[in-house]
């Protein structure tokens, strides 16, 4: 079977670590017989995410690898004054996050030239080619970024979110809000209080409800010729009751590599999707989860379920149809926020991917990928436009290699 050239990219959170992951790509773009040229569509969480947005926004492989090798991730600290222990400690307990998170915005934000989600749609217009994975923990929800921005407002603000006019940037720092360390970011969930539910499924009087979901009752109330839902707009006191807190996709989920899975059986497949991920190395508070293993059974408990919350997810969904697709780079002894790496570090890293990347392509076979998922490829060329990798016969896969 002719080599197709062209790929959708998952990639996996883990902090600094990332460096590795862009290794991985300088692999794909080298190989000698098997190269991807082109990333069509692309995801990422957390440190993946920043990766998915530079390929989104049009850079290559050479350019993600010269990024992260020049950026100093020390700089993005920005704790305020006088500085970690006594700024970042009064910032955690006012703000929830040692480090505001602000310098990492604005430096992403000038990197991509400013760009909104708008400059990463389809030629048709109609789908968006880069997903980021965020966490609400207020409303106990994954998002998949942009298509839940709507449900949003930004504080001060009476619209919903138009995510054509969001700043790509604006979405990485909500991907990459490592809880404790960054400040989270809060939005308003844009909801009104339903007066009447009509003939709607699904709302229920005086309870508040999404207005895109309100809407969307509504249409469908519309077409059936049924009473549509009516409501009211929310109090100023009820509005402070939506303020929701944003956080780093791999609390929740570290390794979307389901996200471009579809579930039509006969479709063709365009693409592969080759997931990125990372193992070994350090997590987040490597440091005091060593010490928390003697704290009394309560905080210990918690830890447990918190460091389960993070991982159990994607792992669960660990399968051959997961593994074929994913290529996985070991980082060592190098932690998620060590912030200052040394060009051995550095070095390390990158050779990591690359030697991943030529390990998993020289073995990769695009029959056995399209056995895997019960499909074959077509010409790319004529649905350079579609989603990616169906789903097995069982559904959606995801999950570390």
């Known amino acids: 079977m002719e080599w197709i050239q062209e790929a959708d990219g998952v990639f996996r959170g883990g902090g600094v670590k990332g460096l590795g992951l862009a290794g991985a790509l300088l692999g794909f773009a080298e190989h000698k017989e098997k190269p991807v040229t082109k990333w069509v569509n692309v995801a990422g969480a957390s440190a993946g995410a920043i990766i998915a947005c530079y390929l989104a926004a049009g850079h290559n492989a050479d350019d993600i690898a010269a990024l ?20 970042g400690g009064v910032n955690l307990i006012r703000k929830h996050g040692l480090a505001r998170g602000e310098a990492f915005r604005r430096w992403f934000s000038e990197e991509l030239e400013g760009k909104t989600f708008a400059s990463t749609k389809t030629e048709d217009g109609k789908r968006n080619r880069l997903k980021l994975i965020a966490v609400d923990v207020t409303n106990r929800a994954l998002l998949v970024l942009p298509d839940d921005l709507p449900r949003y407002r930004k504080i001060g603000e009476k619209q919903a979110i138009d995510p054509d006019r969001f700043e790509i940037a604006d979405a ?3 991907s990459m809000s ?42 469908v109330a519309t077409n059936f010729n049924v009473d549509p839902a009516s409501y009211r707009e929310l109090t100023a006191s009820e509005e402070k009751l939506q303020r929701s807190v944003i956080i780093d996709g791999g609390t929740l989920s570290n390794f979307p590599v389901w996200l ?11 693409r592969p999707t080759f997931g990125f991920t990372l193992t070994g190395g350090r997590g987040i508070g490597a440091g005091f989860n060593k ?10 408990f918690g830890l447990d379920i918190f460091h389960t ?13 997961t593994r074929v697709r994913t290529v996985a780079v070991d980082a060592g002894t190098i932690g998620t926020t060590q912030f200052n790496l040394t060009e051995d570090d550095q070095k390390f890293l990158l050779k990591s991917g690359r030697d991943a990347a030529g390990r998993f392509l020289d073995r990769f076979d695009l029959a056995g990928y399209e056995n895997t998922f019960h499909l074959s490829f077509v010409d790319t060329e004529t649905v350079a436009d579609k989603p990616s990798s169906a789903a097995s016969r069982t559904g959606p896969v995801a999950g570390p290699a």
């Open 68 to 87: 992260m090798t020049r950026t100093k991730f020390g700089d993005f600290q920005d704790f305020p004054w006088p500085g970690k222990y006594v700024g």
């Open 172 to 174: 990485a720092r909500m």
């Open 178 to 219: 490592i809880p404790y360390f960054f400040e989270p970011v809060v939005l308003i969930r844009d909801r009104v209080i339903v007066t009447d539910p009509g003939g709607t499924n699904g709302l229920k009087k005086d309870q508040p409800a999404d207005r895109i979901d309100v809407t969307e009752e509504n249409e």
């Open 260 to 270: 471009f899975d579809v579930y039509a059986p006969v479709l063709k497949l365009p």
């Open 291 to 300: 010490v928390a293993r003697f704290l009394p059974w309560a905080p210990r």
């Open 309 to 321: 919350s993070q991982e159990a997810w994607d792992t669960r969904f660990v399968s051959h149809s």
